[in-house]
């Protein structure tokens, strides 16, 4: 069974601009997780989708946001770029119902100059 | 989210057994132990859960406290390749509104040393 993949692995972007990651989640895993990952704050909760549905968030700004499809394919947004954004993304699929065992993709290295 | 508390560092020799400790004092009786680990610059990779009673998989044993205050995981062998960030991560067993806010803390570096 393939992984959760995410894409693209690694983007650079400029202060201002806004910026799409993708992640498709291991066939037949409907709930999907983003997580930003930094040296100093570590590994924080984004949000959660299942179903299409966002059904879980972490404390970031509007800036952040995030979608998911029919297929549970999930995409996220992160709007007017700063600095403090450059961080690891990660991705991570799990099924309904399970005990919080989520499959992480290899992760979206952002850096923001 | 129960927190837990995990030490920063631990060193290993090869092919020992690495025992790594984890105290969830807070821990509800929904709430199960899982563990994570993260190999430099790669997503972080389940390994184990449990809720009470001790667990064995290919990768690693897990071991509760009878007051499931406090768990460790065991690699019973450790090899280089074991070299990575532990997290121990206490979960109701379904995410829901109210359980998919936590993040990872700082979890356990092991080095495991040839």
């Known amino acids: 069974k393939a992984g959760v993949t995410q894409t693209p692995r690694y983007l650079i972007k400029t202060r201002g601009q806004q910026v799409t990651l993708s992640c498709s989640p291991i066939?037949?895993?409907?709930?999907v997780s983003w997580y930003q990952q930094t040296p100093g704050q570590g590994l924080q909760f984004l949000f959660e989708y299942f179903s299409e549905t966002q059904r879980n968030k972490g404390n970031f700004p509007g800036r952040f946001s995030g979608r998911q499809f029919s297929n549970s394919r999930s995409e996220m947004n992160v709007s007017t770029l700063e600095l403090g954004d450059s961080a690891l993304y990660l991705c991570?699929?799990?099924?309904?119902?399970?005990?919080?065992?989520?499959?992480f993709g290899p992760g979206t290295r952002l850096t923001v100059t | 989210d129960a927190k837990t508390t995990q030490p920063p560092s631990m060193d290993c020799a090869e092919g020992r057994a690495a025992n790594l400790p984890c105290n969830h004092s807070t821990i509800s009786g929904n709430e199960y132990v899982y563990w994570y680990r993260q190999i430099h610059s790669q997503g972080p990779q389940y390994i184990i859960h449990?809720?009470?009673n001790n667990e064995t998989n290919e990768m690693a044993s897990l071991i509760i406290t009878e007051d499931r205050k406090s768990s460790t995981l065991i690699l019973p062998h450790a090899t280089l390749r074991d070299t990575a960030v532990y997290y121990c991560i206490v979960r109701p067993r379904n995410l829901n509104t109210n359980a998919g806010k936590s993040t990872f803390g700082d979890g356990t570096t092991l080095t495991v040393k040839p």
């Open positions: 991570a699929s799990s099924l309904e119902g399970q005990y919080y065992e989520q499959y």
């Open positions: 449990g809720l009470k």
């Open positions: 066939s037949g895993h409907r709930s």
